[in-house]
């Protein structure tokens, strides 16, 4: 275990550097269970059953715990979400439950994609299931019925989230570049892109390193359609662009002074 101020001080250092997908928080591999043929990306039976009572008896209701209590969220742009059944939804990734404030903002069927030291053996493993994580995996087979639960799940009218900038940096203000991976399944799937972008509020509490405690906004933006007159990979760019400048105009907005990286530039 590192301290927070620690990962703060890699996120630094690495943000110097040019360097945004790192993850900067120690992974311990020993709590993973290996992504394989036999992960349960739709789940039936049993399984289906337990999962949905695990969601409803402990996930949703830490959901509404942490919401009110600790993160005291606030959602903006609500209204961009109406007339939306299925999409794919991109989010900075800031926080080890940052999951459950889109789960408060969005409330709409979620699936949530994550690495796959993500699916662990132990009991936050087991609510993250619950929870509907489609875990990524090394394994093209696996990779195949990853893409099937994806599709599958647009098709029944849920949001699947993506987080494109790929790794989690702890309570990080600025938009980071992103990966081509949600804008690749949006334009596959022929769904819109949602871009969030959770921002920080102050207050006047320090946490147990002295640091100081943050409060949550989750800014719900206008959704990105592609351009049926273009290529796959040029919607590909162009989505992706256009989310990463909401992202930035939204964290322009919010802290009121321009994006710059600690590397010298405004975009590394």
Excluded at 44 to 70: I, M, P, S, T
Excluded at 122 to 148: C, H, Q, T, W, Y
Aim: charged share 30%; proline share 5%; hydrophobic share 35%.
């Amino acid at each position: 275990m590192i301290s927070r101020k620690e990962v703060i001080d890699r996120c630094k250092n690495c943000e110097r550097q040019g360097i945004f997908d790192e993850h900067v928080d120690p992974i311990d591999y020993s709590l993973a269970i290996k992504v394989d043929e036999n992960y349960a990306y739709i789940p039936h039976g049993k399984e289906k059953a337990k999962r949905a009572l695990q969601k409803f008896f402990v996930v949703d209701l830490y959901c509404g715990f942490l919401n009110k209590f600790k993160t005291k969220t606030v959602i903006k742009g609500k209204e961009n979400l109406k007339n939306l059944n299925s999409a794919i939804v991109t989010c900075n990734h800031v926080f080890i439950f940052d999951c459950l404030v889109l789960m408060k903002g969005l409330k709409h069927k979620i699936k949530y994609t994550v690495a796959e030291f993500n699916n662990r053996k132990d009991f936050l493993g087991e609510m993250m299931r619950a929870g509907g994580i489609l875990p990524f995996s090394s394994k093209p087979k696996v990779m195949k019925k990853f893409n099937e639960a994806v599709s599958y799940y647009l098709k029944k009218n849920n949001f699947v989230v993506f987080y494109p900038e790929q790794a989690m940096w702890y309570m990080y203000e600025k938009p980071r570049p992103f990966k081509n991976g949600a804008f690749h399944y949006a334009v596959k799937n022929n769904v819109p892109v949602i871009p969030t972008f959770i921002t920080f509020r102050d207050s006047d509490k320090l946490d147990k390193e002295g640091l100081p405690v943050k409060y949550f906004t989750l800014h719900i933006m206008p959704p990105i359609y592609k351009d049926n007159n273009l290529s796959d990979a040029e919607n590909v760019k162009i989505m992706k662009e256009k989310n990463y400048l909401l992202c930035k105009e939204k964290y322009e907005e919010v802290y009121k002074k321009p994006l710059k990286y600690l590397c010298g530039e405004e975009k590394c």
